[in-house]
């Protein structure tokens, strides 16, 4: 059966609100409660379906969130280290030296506290590269280096001994 983009966009709806009721609701449990609302029964891949376009809208949003609330935390350290340089760096001497030693931690934890909320949200993750096989070549060749190498070490002897 086919459905227009409103309804999919209706059923996704109800599908939503059974997950904010049950977030660990499975299809089969959306599937009976969409039938008591409309007495047909959906097919569950394509509730499968809309649950996961649930899921990925949810954390798509999500991670806005987070960058935006980043976003605000990076401006306060910012603020705040211009305001406690002003501590450090006082040529007037209105700061006792217990004072600029604080504003100097305070400084430091402030921006380890932000390098570790970017470092938590995913900001920094380096992106790892498919790791290419060997040629035949190449690995006889490897092959022949940790020879040489074992032969010339003390390896050999210690494996002997054992």
Known sequence: MRFSKDKIEEIKQLVRI?????????????????????HHTFDKNFLAGLKRKVHRERSNLFNENIYSELGQLQNIVRHAREVLLGIVFDEDDKHKPSEKIRAVQAIIYTETTLFYAKLNAGIYEKQRKKEKKLTFKERAELDKFIELVLKNSRWKSIENKG
């Open 18 to 38: 059974e997950l904010v009721k049950n977030p660990s609701a499975s299809i089969y449990n959306i599937q009976e409660e969409l039938k008591k609302s409309y």
